[in-house]
């Protein structure tokens, strides 16, 4: 490791239900990085991947996170942008999914990332809110269709990376950090100030 972190510092994931990396990769796709840590416990192979690759571990723990612990994340990543107006509405439907995950929260907030565009950080924050579980199908279709495995987490990344470069890449090494500082932190079940309820 490339600071002070020793794997004895490494924080134990408590929320996490993986024991070794290898059962994320499957969801992750082809990821050849993940070779390197997959006989490694969750919290471990973050480590590792922080110091070689901190939007790899970006997208790691946000599939290792449960679903609604990685939606606080994002929301919490996201969070106070001073967004323009439908910007601003996207990022308050994924406020309001985190603080009541019901399905129409969920499709509100699909509703929201449309008009604020999909490539905006918000709108990439409501795609992973609408793709964390029920069905992709128009409201009351009789035939769900679920969103394919991983999809909440690659969404959920997307998010958070965009959300990190969003000053520009001199602004990235430290917002990157700060955001999976948090991300840690919420995987080992510490209280986060900042995240939404």
């Known amino acids: ?9 490494v924080r134990r994931w408590t929320r996490v239900k993986w024991t070794r990396a290898a059962q994320i990769a499957p969801l992750m796709g082809d990821m050849a990085y993940m070779n390197a840590v997959a006989g490694l416990a969750p919290d471990a192979a973050f480590a590792v991947l922080r ?3 901190p ?5 790691f723990v946000a599939y290792c996170l449960p679903r609604i612990d990685a939606a606080r994340w994002v929301a919490a990543c996201i969070a106070d942008r001073g967004a323009p107006p439908a910007r601003a509405v ?7 999914w985190v603080a009541n995950p019901s399905d129409e ?24 809110i609408f793709l964390s579980g ?10 769900p269709v679920n969103p394919p495995p991983g999809a909440f987490g690659q969404a959920a990344a997307g998010a958070v990376l965009l959300a990190a470069h969003a ?17 840690d932190a919420i995987a080992a079940g510490d209280a986060v100030t900042g ?3």
């Open 1 to 9: 490791m490339t600071d002070d972190r020793t794997p004895d510092a």
């Open 51 to 53: 110091d070689s690759d």
């Open 55 to 59: 939007a790899g571990a970006a997208r």
């Open 90 to 96: 996207a990022a308050k439907a994924v406020q309001r």
């Open 105 to 128: 929260a969920r499709r509100l907030a699909y509703t929201a990332g449309d008009v604020a565009g999909w490539d905006t950080v918000e709108g990439m924050a409501c795609l992973a």
């Open 134 to 143: 029920g069905s992709m199908a128009p409201d009351g279709q009789a035939v």
């Open 167 to 183: 000053h520009g890449v001199p602004a990235f090494a430290g917002r990157i950090a700060a955001m999976l500082d948090m991300a």
């Open 195 to 197: 995240l939404p309820a």
